[in-house]
């Protein structure tokens, strides 16, 4: 799979682009569309694609590999791991619990902002419709 | 092959009274993308100076490529790149005509690179070098300075005067540089955005010395902003480990550590009862807060 389809970076977030690199690969793999099997990108690829620092990729890649959700391969490259939470997308209970905590942080943030709720659903409408337009 | 690229101990450099460097240490592992970074007058000019032997320090020893950096051999100049923040070029000369000046000052000059990379950056070869754009200038500097292929490329706030989209292609090849291997670029900024993408480590220079050099990540995860929310009006100071800066207002505080651990979280939530939420800070809000003590 092309890099930019499976990484989006944020570099000026204050959350290292390597941590944004493992929490993605960490969804994908949640949701099923990285199953065990499956090969990531090159680091060099990811790193010319994304335009990012090939040693931030690397350390990515590596801390994947120490958790045991990826599997270096000789010669081929990383490779999702065949292990049990690995196999198959998680509940959606689990999935939705990844995403709380940003979640939290919105909520507050458009308190902060005093937007109702009405108001922030018309916004995330309306991001939903830019990113599926993509 | 250096393992170390540049190594400065114990450097002072005194303008006058002022002393810009100040006892400042520094060593950088070759085959990193180094940014550093610092307010305008905070020193980033003459520090590269030092390391390129072009300024020579008051104190202290510099090491460039495993030389003194005072008496380059030169062989080792051969492995050297710079780009000063405004590069001199002889502005009665067509680009081509000191493209070829400057190749054949070195053994390795790289004349494919150097076609490639005038033509992706539309420099106009014809052109005298004085009637060029500051934008053309600065990106035909920088190709003079990789044409070849330094181990080490020094760059001072290579795209303070660059467009935009000169800016990330410029910075693409900075990337590129990196991935080719051994190579080690240092750059100078005070835009912080430049370096989030490019650089794998970050130097910051504060009066005179440098007050963090480690990997960007590293330092994104040590330093961030605690909200803490107590039932309790909490005290003025609270006694914690390398806190930038600290706000109490009741029964909430601001606390900026630079020590940030969970193991620090636990610690204020038994000792104050207090909810913690910890806050990201992206790189210019790190700036900030560091320049703020």
């Known amino acids: 799979m092309a890099a930019d389809f499976l990484f989006q970076v944020f570099p000026a977030s204050g959350l290292p682009i390597y941590r944004q690199l493992v929490d993605q690969v960490r969804r ?12 990531l990108p090159s680091v060099r690829q990811v790193a010319i694609e994304l335009e990012v620092n090939h040693m931030t990729v690397s350390k990515a890649y590596s801390l994947l590999e120490r ?21 198959g997308p998680e509940t959606l209970r689990d999935r939705q619990e990844q995403l709380a905590p940003i979640a939290r942080q919105l909520v507050a943030a458009a308190y902060q902002l005093s937007l109702n709720e009405k108001q922030l659903r018309q916004l995330l409408d309306r991001v939903l419709k830019e990113f599926n337009g993509k | 092959m250096n393992q170390v690229i540049l190594a400065m101990q114990a450097v002072s450099k005194i303008y006058g009274y002022r002393p810009v460097l100040d006892r400042l240490s520094l060593e950088i592992p070759a085959g990193t993308v180094v940014g550093l970074l610092g307010k305008n007058g905070a020193g980033k000019t003459t520090l590269l100076r030092c390391a390129l032997g072009l300024a020579k320090p008051d104190h202290g020893t510099v090491t460039t490529l495993g030389e003194a950096a005072w008496n380059l051999s030169a062989s080792a100049k051969q492995q050297l790149g710079y780009v000063p ?40 070869l014809e052109r005298r070098a004085g009637n060029l754009s500051v934008g053309e200038a600065q990106k035909l500097a920088l190709v003079l300075a990789l044409g070849h292929e330094p181990e080490l490329l020094v760059l001072d706030e290579p795209v303070a005067s660059l467009d935009p989209s000169a800016r990330r292609e410029f910075l693409k090849v900075v990337l590129d540089i990196a991935a080719a291997g051994n190579r080690s670029v240092i750059f100078s900024t005070h835009i912080t955005s430049d370096l989030e993408r490019v650089a794998d480590r970050v130097a910051i220079l504060q009066q005179g010395k440098i007050s963090f050099f480690g990997e960007l990540g590293d330092l994104k995860d040590q330093i961030k902003r605690l909200r803490l929310t107590s039932p309790n009006v909490l005290p003025e100071r609270l006694e914690l480990p390398g806190i930038l800066r600290q706000r109490t207002e009741g029964k909430n505080a601001l606390v900026t550590t630079r020590c940030h651990s969970p193991e620090l979280v636990d610690q204020i939530e038994s000792q104050w009862q207090a909810s913690v939420e910890v806050q990201d800070l992206n790189l210019e809000e790190i700036f900030l807060e560091l320049h703020d003590e």
């Not at chain 1, 994908?28 to 499956?38: F, K």
């Not at chain 2, 009665?92 to 400057?102: A, E, F, G, L, N």
């Open chain 2, 85 to 124: 923040q405004s590069p001199q070029l002889y502005p009665w000369m067509k680009v081509r005509h000191i493209i070829s000046y400057t190749g054949s000052f070195y053994f390795r000059w790289n004349p494919a690179l150097v076609d490639r990379l005038t033509a992706e950056w539309d420099i106009p």
């Open chain 1, 67 to 87: 958790d045991g959700l990826v599997e270096l391969v000789r010669g081929q490259g990383m490779r999702v791991n065949n292990r049990p939470d690995n196999a």
């Open chain 1, 28 to 39: 994908h793999v949640a949701s099923g569309r990285l199953t065990p099997g499956d090969f």
